[in-house]
């Protein structure tokens, strides 16, 4: 699996040691024709769906709000840039204010920061597979499965929960657009902001994998990449509580020889996950 691995240092977190597995949760939309089910194809075919922010189901997962810069600042940067460049950010500001032309170029920069941000895509996935709700929630009430997966393979960072979406002030984006910088500390504070959460969601448990490579950037007009990874990194499958008989037939038939199952089951206030 193509992945790339970052850190971050604030919010509420837990330790940095992963855990042994991480556990990705489907439901079955296609009961009638197994063969053309979209999960139950990346599961045959060793594919995981990463997604843009902008294909979460969440409407506040990795919202981010953008301070744009004040004509001070830019009165500021202008004292930093190359000759050609100073002529240009003067034509931004005028007695203190921004020009039309201002107003214009920090709005095409403020949408350049947004269509960056989605374009980063992500893997998430959760460090319980016991969880009622993510069962509920993910996993089509008990009828769908889970990917266990060994972590060791996937450099899953944890989610911060936060009270509140992060900041970013796009001032970062004008330095690196006018070369003042690489934009490095910028591509964290993305990548820190896009593993944000609003605190209620903290049941999930959630880790993220930002993809890397060829599979880096999600293509202009999608929602999501499909990026293969080898069938060793599945430990097992996991089926649901109420995952009909059929179904649970036809993954053992399709999937390879060896692969370990398990079962869901309900206990009298909690799920519990046996072999079978």
């Given at each position: 699996?193509?992945?790339?691995?970052?850190?971050?240092?604030?919010?509420?977190?837990?330790?940095?040691?992963?855990?042994?597995?991480?556990?990705?949760?489907?439901?079955?939309?296609?009961?009638?024709?197994?063969?053309?089910?979209?999960?139950?194809?990346?599961?045959?075919?060793?594919?995981?769906?990463?997604?843009?922010?902008?294909?979460?189901?969440?409407?506040?997962?990795?919202?981010?709000?953008?301070?744009?810069?004040?004509?001070?600042?830019?009165?500021?940067?202008?004292?930093?840039?190359?000759?050609?460049?100073?002529?240009?950010?003067?034509?931004?500001?005028?007695?203190?204010?921004?020009?039309?032309?201002?107003?214009?170029?920090?709005?095409?920069?403020?949408?350049?920061?947004?269509?960056?941000?989605?374009?980063?895509?992500?893997?998430?996935?959760?460090?319980?597979?016991?969880?009622?709700?993510?069962?509920?929630?993910?996993?089509?009430?008990?009828?769908?499965?889970?990917?266990?997966?060994?972590?060791?393979?996937?450099?899953?960072?944890?989610?911060?929960?936060?009270?509140?979406?992060?900041?970013?002030?796009?001032?970062?984006?004008?330095?690196?657009?006018?070369?003042?910088?690489?934009?490095?500390?910028?591509?964290?504070?993305?990548?820190?902001?896009?593993?944000?959460?609003?605190?209620?969601?903290?049941?999930?448990?959630?880790?993220?994998?930002?993809?890397?490579?060829?599979?880096?950037?999600?293509p202009t007009g999608k929602n999501f990449v499909k990026v293969p990874y080898d069938p060793?990194?599945?430990?097992?499958?996991?089926?649901?509580?109420?995952?009909?008989?059929?179904?649970?037939?036809?993954?053992?038939?399709?999937?390879?020889?060896?692969?370990?199952?398990?079962?869901?089951?309900?206990?009298?206030?909690?799920?519990?996950?046996?072999?079978?």
């Open positions: 699996m193509m992945m790339k691995a970052d850190s971050h240092t604030k919010g509420k977190t837990v330790s940095e040691e992963a855990p042994k597995f991480f556990y990705k949760y489907r439901s079955i939309s296609n009961k009638e024709d197994l063969s053309k089910d979209n999960a139950l194809k990346a599961l045959i075919n060793n594919e995981a769906i990463f997604s843009s922010r902008k294909n979460f189901n969440d409407l506040f997962d990795s919202k981010i709000e953008l301070i744009n810069p004040t004509p001070r600042d830019i009165k500021e940067l202008k004292q930093l840039v190359k000759k050609e460049d100073k002529a240009l950010l003067s034509e931004w500001i005028d007695k203190g204010k921004f020009t039309p032309k201002g107003k214009g170029m920090v709005k095409e920069i403020e949408e350049k920061f947004n269509k960056l941000i989605d374009s980063y895509p992500f893997f998430s996935v959760s460090s319980s597979a016991t969880s009622n709700l993510m069962w509920s929630h993910y996993a089509g009430s008990h009828t769908g499965f889970c990917i266990e997966f060994k972590s060791e393979h996937m450099p899953a960072k944890k989610v911060t929960y936060q009270k509140t979406i992060p900041k970013i002030k796009t001032l970062a984006m004008h330095r690196s657009f006018f070369g003042l910088d690489e934009g490095e500390d910028l591509g964290n504070q993305i990548l820190i902001a896009l593993r944000t959460k609003l605190d209620e969601w903290e049941y999930e448990s959630e880790y993220r994998v930002h993809a890397s490579g060829r599979f880096a950037s999600i060793v990194f599945i430990e097992s499958i996991i089926f649901g509580c109420r995952m009909k008989e059929e179904v649970r037939s036809y993954i053992m038939q399709v999937m390879p020889k060896g692969l370990k199952y398990k079962h869901a089951i309900e206990k009298m206030s909690g799920v519990e996950i046996v072999s079978l």
